[in-house]
């Protein structure tokens, strides 16, 4: 058994993913990571979103290699460097031109919540007004205007203090799928009456991920981008965790055709799993003064490097179709589950691409479901405002086969939790 006294001991408690995988991982190589005892688990957490390519993918870790052994520059604040240059290049090249989309990029500090920070004080900035709209099971990170847009209430009760200046709405099918939640939206930022101070945004994710895997129809997106251009508020879409391929095209949003005023990235964008955040935004609004939204680490060029060379995947459809086949799979064999286990304890199956939750209706079903995995080796995390979502998001470079063989172990590990609640 894995001797984790030391992190007991001496680290916070403030700690999370380890309290459900209790060993001490040593290595990690595509779909897999391995511990101390030389167990071995097939990896369905993903880092959270930050691993949509995999443990040390061989293409990025050669060229990473490469450029440190070269002596390339590894930390540079937001001087130019051939690395960066390199990712701007190829970023407009791979990405934004074949989509017809004209962007700014800002280098922010190397997290998802920075680049919300920095979204949210641009859409201060530009429109002179204070109120965010944001929705219910939003997450969009802990820092405290990222906060303020959060509604998971564990997130919010650590801390002490106001977090306003944010208008919270219904997300698409809070309510049900019999109620349009736009409707609502609609009236309230339309009508005279309502109190709500007009909104400087409008942030969402088309699909909450820790939210519980909610997806948002087409039609409620572009209802909401409709909206935002009537009452001069800017869209920004937090595609943090669902950007960079995991709904099966490079941004979640394509196939909706949205046309973001800002968009948020970070988590898979380095490809490496190195700390990279990045905020697109309209050359139009692009009014900052240097150095109003700084930090001292957005110049991480080891992630410039891997970034570049992860945007091979995108030079043709064919990564695109492989996820959206892999997708299928995991929705068929979630649907053969549900059929094994009694009604009463599975509520809904839904997803996109390579994301799916997987609802229990009891959150200790769901932890049950998590520990057993574990020790079958499977690591697979919950969602959802009362965890009881289990979150199936494997490394979109996964093969059929370890796909198949980490979605067996949920299976029985799904049917062995329902056979003791």
Not at 261 to 267: E, G, N, Q, R
Not at 282 to 301: A, C, Q, S, V, Y
Request: proline share 3%; hydrophobic share 40%; charged share 20%.
């Amino acid at each position: 058994m894995a001797d984790i006294s030391d992190f007991q001991e001496s680290e916070s408690e403030v700690r999370v993913y380890c309290r459900s995988y209790p060993t001490v991982f040593t290595t990690g190589k595509e779909h897999t990571l391995s511990d101390e005892d030389g167990n071995e688990y097939i990896d369905f957490l993903s880092g959270a979103g930050a691993l949509n390519y995999g443990h040390n993918n061989e293409l990025l870790q050669k060229i990473l290699q490469d450029y440190i052994s070269a002596n390339g520059v590894t930390m540079s604040l937001d001087l130019f460097t051939s690395a960066k240059r390199d990712f701007i290049s190829k970023f407009n090249s791979t990405i934004l031109a074949p989509r017809s989309m004209h962007y700014k990029m800002q280098f922010v500090g190397p997290t998802g919540t920075n680049s919300v920070e920095a979204a949210l004080k641009l859409a201060r900035k530009v429109t002179g007004r204070f109120n965010v709209v944001a929705f219910t099971n939003g997450f969009h990170g802990v820092t405290l205007g990222a906060l303020a847009a959060t509604a998971n209430k564990k997130h919010r009760e650590a801390t002490i203090g106001a977090l306003g200046n944010v208008t919270r709405f219904p997300f698409d099918g809070y309510f049900g799928h019999n109620m349009d939640s736009l409707i609502y939206a609609e009236g309230l930022l339309s009508g005279k009456g309502s109190g709500i101070e007009p909104p400087a945004a409008i942030l969402l994710e088309t699909i909450q991920g820790e939210g519980g895997i909610n997806v948002a129809s087409g039609d409620w997106l572009r209802g909401l981008q409709r909206l935002c251009r009537e009452v001069g508020a800017l869209l920004i879409v937090d595609d943090i965790q669902m950007g960079c391929g995991r709904t099966g095209t490079f941004f979640s949003f394509e196939e909706h055709g949205l046309d973001p005023d800002v968009i948020c990235l970070s988590k898979s964008i380095s490809g490496y799993g190195l700390p990279m955040a990045l905020t697109l935004l309209k050359p139009k609004l692009d009014i900052w003064r240097p150095g109003e939204h700084n930090g001292t680490f957005r110049g991480n060029n080891l992630a410039f490097v891997t970034a570049s060379a992860a945007l091979d995947y995108w030079r043709s459809s064919e990564f695109s179709d492989s996820i959206v086949k892999k997708g299928r799979i995991i929705r068929d064999s979630l649907e053969r589950t549900a059929e094994k286990i009694p009604l009463q304890w599975v509520k809904e199956i839904r997803g996109k691409g390579m994301v799916f939750g997987f609802e229990l209706n009891a959150p200790e079903l769901a932890e049950t479901v998590v520990k057993t995995a574990f020790k079958s080796g499977l690591i697979i995390e919950t969602c959802g405002a009362d965890d009881n979502v289990l979150k199936v998001m494997p490394p979109l470079t996964i093969s059929e086969a370890g796909l198949m063989k980490g979605l067996d172990i949920l299976h029985s590990s799904i049917v062995k939790a329902c056979s003791i609640h």
